[in-house]
């Protein structure tokens, strides 16, 4: 048996390893694909020894042990071929043999997470554009995969077959100039291909231009979106990242009252940042006193909290905090009373605005998403419409797209009543960035037109005042003296 299984030819043994491996690649072009994203995406847990699975660690203390016996094993053999004087394994037919292996279970792994993992590729897209990209995923990944199967059943077979024979001397090339033409050229030209290619398909999905593109700014911050649709003017309002107010203006609109509050709220908060700063050694001496009555066998964290605070004030690191929260709020200040001036900043069409937690998207209906980010950079990701932009703090950035399926076609063609559209970040933003989304909906147009009429306006036109009703008695047809013409405009200073 053992003369039969080292007297195999090279020729027999590599159609052997080839028909193994399409055995395992067959399945591939079957596979199935399913939804990658749950609408409930649980919080990390930290390491907890009492919370691990303990099935996991049995798995690997089994894999030490037997690599552990491995090891023993070719120690036993090393020490017998010094007491025998001769060899006891063959290590260049274990060699040999290890690298068929290697290439059968590499290739039934490689099929396996295909099969297995495939099925969590995206379904069909859902945007006009989407099929451009998956055809680009599609070549690229093909053309990569050949490559990758051709070169690694050469590199296992070349380590079999020309394997340290006895009598047989390796051939030795100094240098050739074809197989340098050919390993050059061939690669150049295939990556020329996908790289024009690629090119190509990101121009016509971003330089296209779609006059009939309805805008809809997306605003992202630690950690959470909000989405900002124009008002009945169809225009979007000024905003500045110096007017953002996270309790009462979090996107930072132009909104004159709001902006005006922001800057008292600023300039009083100055005025106590300085008052603190006037009163530290009144402060170091309450809190000397404060800690001196502590002990910390007795009080543990609040004694070394108070102590670590009576530190920074001697050292000076409390007062240098001070100012420079001061000159951060003195520049906001300034900047703030330089725009208030500004007609074009504030000409009220912010306040007709909608700010809303959910994105809602008519099918067929071209948009360009504005984006806009608070603090760090985001990416806003939206899988199922093959999308994805970078969104960058003081930066404009922009993507268009059509929506080309609605939610309930999603839910019907993936038989999940639960699936939904989300627009994820994909960029490590923070803690919480897991769970950073803001769902879309995608609907008719009578459904968005019912949904948007519902959305609250950023600032709501005040209601004029009922007339009070007249006496009884009165004459309700006398006109005053004091009525006003048909064609003038009350004020403030007008009445009745």
């Not at 003369?3 to 043994?13: D, H, I, Q, T, Y």
């Not at 050469?154 to 030795?172: I, M, N, P, S, T």
């Not at 402060?283 to 800690?291: G, H, M, R, S, V």
Request: positive net charge.
């Amino acid at each position: 048996m053992k003369k039969m299984m080292f007297g195999w030819s090279g020729a027999k043994l590599f159609l052997l390893a080839s028909l193994l491996l399409t055995a395992t690649l067959a399945p591939l072009s079957v596979f199935a694909q399913a939804d990658p994203a749950s609408d409930v995406i649980p919080a990390p847990k930290e390491f907890s020894l009492s919370t691990s699975d303990l099935v996991s660690y049995a798995y690997w203390v089994l894999a030490l042990l037997v690599l552990l016996v491995i090891v023993y094993i070719f120690n036993i053999g090393a020490a017998s071929e010094k007491l025998t004087g001769r060899a006891v394994i063959n290590w260049t037919k274990v060699n040999a043999w290890m690298s068929i292996i290697f290439l059968v279970a590499g290739s039934a792994g490689v099929a396996y997470e295909l099969i297995y993992h495939g099925k969590l590729l995206l379904p069909e897209a859902a945007s006009a554009h989407g099929d451009s990209i998956d055809n680009m995923f599609n070549w690229t990944f093909g053309i990569t995969f050949v490559v990758f199967v051709v070169t690694e059943v050469l590199l296992f077979y070349f380590l079999f077959k020309y394997r340290q024979k006895e009598g047989q001397k390796a051939a030795y090339y100094f240098h050739n100039n074809q197989l340098e033409i050919i390993w050059t050229i061939v690669p150049a030209i295939v990556l020329t291909f996908l790289v024009l290619r690629g090119y190509s398909t990101w121009h016509n999905i971003t330089q296209t231009p779609e006059p009939k593109a309805k805008q809809i700014e997306i605003f992202g911050y630690q950690f959470g979106w909000k989405a900002r649709y124009a008002g009945d003017d169809n225009k979007f309002g000024e905003a500045n990242f110096n007017f953002i107010d996270p309790a009462t203006n979090e996107l930072g609109l132009a909104i004159k009252p709001s902006v005006i509050a922001l800057r008292d709220t600023l300039v009083a908060d100055t005025g106590r940042l300085g008052k603190d700063l006037r009163t530290l050694p009144a402060i170091l001496k309450q809190k000397a006193d404060q800690l001196s009555k502590m002990s910390l066998a007795a009080d543990g964290k609040a004694y070394t909290d108070l102590e670590q605070e009576l530190e920074d004030i001697r050292n000076g690191n409390k007062a240098s905090e001070l100012r420079k929260m001061m000159k951060r709020k003195g520049v906001q200040i300034q900047r703030i009373n330089a725009t208030l001036a500004s007609k074009d900043m504030f000409n009220e069409a912010a306040n007709d605005d909608k700010v809303t937690t959910e994105i809602h998207l008519i099918k067929d209906q071209p948009y360009t998403f504005r984006y806009r980010a608070r603090d760090v950079i985001h990416s806003a990701y939206m899988p199922y419409f093959r999308a994805q932009m970078n969104v960058v703090p003081g930066m404009l950035t922009s993507f268009t797209f059509t929506p080309t399926k609605t939610t309930k076609q999603m839910q019907d063609e993936e038989k999940n009543p639960e699936f939904q559209f989300y627009l994820f970040c994909a960029k490590i933003c923070g803690s919480a960035h897991y769970n950073m989304k803001i769902k879309i909906v995608v609907e008719s147009e009578s459904e968005y037109n019912a949904w948007i009429e519902k959305q609250k306006r950023v600032v709501e036109p005040v209601q004029p005042e009922a007339p009070a009703a007249p006496a009884a008695g009165s004459d309700t047809t006398a006109t005053p003296k004091t009525a006003i013409k048909s064609n003038q405009k009350p004020s403030l200073a007008m009445g009745f």
